[in-house]
């Protein structure tokens, strides 16, 4: 069974930068298609970024594009995400996610749904 885990968390100050990793364990990552998630308090489970098996296609969301890159290292089974230029908006628990084998046609990239195994979570905090 595959297994997730998010580091990287913790205090930053706004304007500042992060990595998050994703360390994935009882599969290889290279299976999977792979995505960030965030869930700021009182909100629902946001799209932040998703990539592709080689890493050759990356996906963004909005609020994120243009500074953040997720990329991925296959021999070392972990996945990551820097994040540049950081808002307090940013703040959030960030999760990894494997994205399902098979799923609806109607699950976009940004989906939750679509994705099935998940981490526990790194809580990011950016400060002003």
């Known amino acids: 069974q595959v297994q997730l885990e998010e580091s990287g968390g913790g205090l930053v100050q706004a304007g500042g930068s992060m990595t998050l990793s994703c360390s994935v364990s009882?599969?290889?990552?290279?299976?999977?298609?792979m995505a960030w998630f965030r869930q700021a308090p009182g909100k629902e489970r946001e799209f932040v970024a998703r990539?592709?098996?080689?890493?050759?296609?990356?996906n963004y969301s909005d609020s994120v594009k243009g500074r953040s890159t997720i990329s991925r290292d296959n021999a070392k089974n972990t996945v990551y995400l820097q994040m540049n230029g950081l808002k307090p908006e940013d703040t959030a628990v960030y999760y990894c996610?494997?994205?399902?084998?098979?799923?609806?046609?109607?699950?976009?990239?940004?989906?939750?749904?679509?994705?099935?195994?998940w981490g526990q979570g790194t809580q990011v905090t950016v400060s002003y």
């Open positions: 996610a494997t994205e399902r084998a098979v799923f609806l046609s109607r699950m976009a990239i940004d989906d939750s749904a679509r994705y099935d195994n």
């Open positions: 009882g599969r290889t990552v290279s299976i999977y298609y």
């Open positions: 990539i592709s098996r080689s890493g050759g296609i990356t």
